[in-house]
């Protein structure tokens, strides 16, 4: 049993901690609560060197600090707290940097209304217990064999067909029914690999349709996207050794994960709102009765500064677009800031809860749009890497972790 | 009469008030030397979303989840509260209710009762305990 240990302020109160729980049990996990002498309290509090006036925020200073002297054994570490209080925002963000300046523990942060539900945390856990129980798989950095992945997300499905490391065929196509989705894009892929889907010695499956694709498939690995994009990022950004930053802009969803060597160690997941993500775009593109692959091009020639968009709410975002054209902006200006507005939702509410590493590998299906890379780059200051195929790293990722299944004395 | 104590699940004071022959307005909770509970101070009973909601009557939707269900359970005894003590900055050890902001908000429903209140610091020494229960004697008997 996993045991992922719980650093928290307010949960119970909230009414979210048996939600917690559930989401752990969901995945084969076990949340713990680190037990300290109060008596330690206050001496952890002075040697993290932060010292908050709430006495629950100070335990859960007192119980990281417990985590990262050996004195508690967990394997992985979830620090939450209640969403727009200013301190335990603080202390959350700190405490994550403390753990892993001073543990190899996957650790990952989250912040709670008395709405969040089991679903939300669901990946995010799943992700902790992937880190721990399959190290060595996730450290796999060549594909081997002939195998199979597919990304079944929320606006796309994408399938790769890999042999010894070289990609043989892919395909994607817009997700409508999940199963016959998938289906179609696993036989084009096949097509332009020239092989049979019984020649195909493992599949692994990613994506929110991951679990009855892969049920119906027979996929010898089914995983969370959080651990498969990071592989596949890494992958196709030839960036397997040492440190970096992925952040990947897909249809629902963003997310912004460091990894060592391929492996994450701390990741966020947004998705409170379609803002932040491709759908947005989706619906900017429409507005302008444009097509999505248009986007780009046409925001890299506008300038964002012009038009005032905020597309914290996808709906808001909209009228905001609509007003900026009845005042008479360019096309190419509202598409600008249609990007930019994601990129800085991007940036002020992921990137904040991660501490960006060199380089930055931009990927997920937003990265095709170079008006949102154009974006990234002005709110990092840096233009990030986008591999070819960017798209596909669910995918690339699957196939290449599938292989580890099949390798056997390989 | 109902005296509301701060921190509301102080053993010694909730004890102090009962004896004086007043009815303690507490939600009480066995102290242990070891914290093995998530919080330092768990709540009594399962907390649930529509609680947290009950907690609005004492704060704003843009408050925190956990003031306003710590604020949904001490809220309405507050309401009932006809006098109070109040301890100021009291070890863990000694009763807390976790939040520093809801310590804040929780004396300030109180202040805004106008109800008697003795607000008394935590004794550092023997004689400093014993005038605090002097002075809570005092205050009890006064309300009598």
């Known amino acids: ?410 | 009469m109902k005296v509301f104590i701060v921190p509301p699940n102080s053993l010694i004071l909730y004890d102090l008030v009962e004896r004086f022959g007043h009815e303690p307005l507490s939600v009480m909770k066995a102290i242990r030397e070891r914290v093995t509970d998530l919080e330092i101070d768990s709540p009594p009973l399962n907390v649930t979303p529509e609680d947290v909601k009950k907690g609005l009557k004492y704060a704003g939707v843009e408050v925190p989840s956990g003031i306003r269900g710590r604020l949904a359970l001490w809220g309405p005894l507050i309401d009932q509260a006809e006098a109070a003590i109040v301890m100021e900055d009291p070890p863990y050890s000694f009763g807390c209710v976790g939040c520093y902001r809801t310590n804040e908000m929780v004396k300030y429903l109180l202040r805004k009762k106008r109800i008697p209140i003795l607000e008394v610091p935590y004794p550092e020494d023997e004689e400093g305990a014993k005038r605090m229960v002097s002075e809570i004697k005092e205050f009890l008997e006064g309300l009598k």
């Open chain 1, 1 to 410: 049993m996993i045991k992922i240990a719980q650093l928290s302020c307010g949960s119970e109160y909230s009414g979210v901690q048996g939600e917690i729980e559930r989401a752990a049990t969901a995945v084969g996990a076990k949340m713990v609560s680190p037990d300290i002498d109060l008596e330690e309290v206050d001496k952890s509090v002075e040697k993290f060197g932060f010292s908050p006036t709430s006495p629950q925020l100070r335990l859960l200073i007192a119980r990281g600090v417990a985590l990262t002297e050996g004195r508690y054994d967990a394997d992985a570490v979830f620090i939450t707290s209640c969403f727009r209080c200013a301190e335990g925002a603080l202390v959350r963000n700190e405490i994550r940097r403390y753990i892993q300046n001073h543990s190899r523990m996957p650790v990952v942060t989250y912040s709670f209304t008395e709405r969040t539900k089991a679903g939300q945390m669901l990946t995010r856990m799943e992700a902790l217990v992937t880190i721990v129980s399959r190290k060595e798989l996730l450290a796999r950095e060549r594909q081997v064999g002939l195998t199979l992945g597919i990304d079944s997300g929320s606006s796309t499905t994408k399938a790769m067909v890999m042999r010894d490391n070289e990609i043989l065929g892919k395909y994607w196509l817009p997700t409508g029914e999940v199963l016959s989705s998938a289906s179609e894009a696993v036989d084009h892929a096949l097509s332009e690999a020239g092989v049979s889907l019984n020649e195909i010695e493992g599949i692994g499956v990613t994506g929110y349709g991951r679990y009855i694709i892969g049920k119906k498939m027979g996929a010898k690995l089914i995983q969370e996207e959080l651990t498969v994009n990071s592989k596949g990022a890494v992958w196709l950004a030839d960036r397997q050794k040492g440190e970096a930053t992925i952040i990947d802009i897909g249809g629902m969803d963003n997310k912004a994960i460091t990894v060592r060597d391929g492996i994450p160690d701390n990741f966020t997941m947004g998705g409170i709102c379609a803002g932040a993500s491709g759908r947005f775009l989706e619906l900017v593109a429409k507005r302008l009765k444009i097509e999505i692959t248009e986007l780009g091009q046409l925001a890299d020639k506008g300038n964002y500064r012009k038009v005032n968009m905020n597309s914290y709410c996808s709906i808001f975002g909209i009228q905001d677009l609509v007003t900026s054209l009845a005042e008479g902006m360019s096309v190419e200006d509202v598409a600008s800031a249609a990007c930019h507005s994601v990129a800085e939702q991007v940036f002020e509410q992921q990137l904040q809860e991660i501490d960006i590493r060199q380089p930055v590998i931009q990927v997920g299906g937003t990265s095709l749009i170079s008006g949102m890379v154009t974006a990234m780059s002005d709110v990092l200051g840096q233009r990030p890497i986008v591999p070819a195929m960017s798209q596909y790293i669910g995918s690339v990722g699957a196939a290449l972790l599938a292989s580890g299944f099949i390798e056997g004395g390989r």
